[in-house]
């Protein structure tokens, strides 16, 4: 398996990185489409305002 080194120096497998970014891809669809089942089709911007803040709080943290 191929490694890459990340920006602080460390190395990362390729292979886990690419699995990490599919299941946030699923769980971000999973959410706006429970989102757009609650309230409906004409509040979906607003899920994905919400999505898109909860990530960029996570990924600051």
């Known amino acids: 398996m191929r490694k890459h080194i990340k920006k ?3 190395y990362e497998n390729k292979q886990k990185t690419i699995i990490s970014n599919n299941l ?3 769980g971000i669809m999973a959410f706006i489409f429970a989102f757009m089942a609650l309230f409906g089709s ?14 960029m709080s996570i990924w600051r943290a």
């Open 42 to 55: 004409e509040n979906i911007l607003i899920g994905i305002s919400t999505i898109t803040a909860m990530l």
């Open 8 to 10: 602080d120096g460390t």
């Open 24 to 26: 946030l891809f699923v």
